[in-house]
DNA sequence: TATTGTTATACTCTATAACTATA
DNA sequence: TATAGTTATAGAGTATAACAATA
């Protein structure tokens, strides 16, 4: 054992719990006012993904929704049809490969991706209120540094840095 | 607008954007094995949950449960049979008041659910690993005042600060 | 022949309603 | 009369298999 080699793994131990005990806390936390308003707008998780696929990919077919989502073609093929049917999403022949369906969200689909996206967000937001100044203000400087990470970086929805 | 205002009001926004994208990156990532070995064992979601649910709360009635987990008696009742079926826990009559039935964990479904649990944590030790020593050391700075907070200083495992 | 999407079928999980047994 | 739990039934969502259209 070396003297310099105990204080790192005891921070990534400490950091893994912690982070484990905040993450199930938003999750438990936050994650109930996002199932209400999942719920409240009658959708399926499943549904809220597909949704959020879309949001952010463009105009996919079957095929790449069903690898994305881990899901059957069958079932994403039905659950397609229960979003077209309720006008949030639109299919369309593709020209190139006339096998294939290019599916977009409607614009109605986009507002009720974004209507759940914000109840998801206000459930962090109310944390983050309900923190002291200076846990907030530690919080805040120990997520700056990650949020330099492409990966996480790229989860930043689009106007949330203005 | 006080000038006082605006860096208390900058740092909830800031804060809210960096643990969002946080909170999504560590579902994204760390919840694929979590799913994956849920899988494995050939359970269910709410199956998952009754077991946590279970694991903490001791000997609980069909009705307690339904109410924690937010599914109908009915549900939780056919849910509980499987479990028992498998092995993964136990029922029993409440000798006080001969309607309700009492559910406990048995050994192996407290064992099943270590098994889950444990995976979910090694998606977050995973991450953990994954950033620079200062990086880590800036983010259990941060966390660090917030496992103060006894809602979140509970969602640590028992024995876990060992 | 291989691939995309859909339909056919069966299985699981859920909720509401009806029922049994206790209180 | 009210409550805990189960059973009956129906609906939603899923997967595998079989099929149609296109490459």
Do not use: W
């Not at 893994?16 to 199930?24: D, E, G, Q, V």
């Not at 059957?72 to 490969?97: I, Y």
């Not at 919080?139 to 930043?156: D, N, S, T």
Request: net charge neutral.
């Amino acid at each position: 054992m070396h003297a310099t080699a105990a204080p790192a793994q005891a921070t990534v131990e400490e950091t893994t719990i912690a982070l484990s005990a905040l993450a199930r806390h938003l999750m438990g936390e936050a994650g109930r006012g996002f199932m209400r308003e999942v719920e409240r707008l009658g959708l399926s998780m499943p549904q809220v993904k597909a949704l959020g696929l879309l949001e952010e990919g463009g105009a996919l077919t079957i095929k790449a929704m069903s690898d994305r989502l881990g899901l059957s073609e069958p079932a994403v093929s039905r659950g397609v049809e229960t979003l077209v049917r309720r006008g949030l999403a639109s299919r369309a022949d593709d020209p190139d490969d006339r096998r294939c369906k290019r599916v977009s969200l409607t614009a109605k689909g986009r507002r009720t991706f974004e209507s759940v996206s914000d109840v998801r967000t206000a459930g962090f937001r109310a944390f983050v209120e309900s923190l002291e100044d200076a846990e907030r203000e530690a919080l805040a400087a120990g997520l700056r540094p990650l949020m330099q990470r492409p990966e996480i970086a790229a989860l930043v929805p689009e106007g949330a840095s203005r």
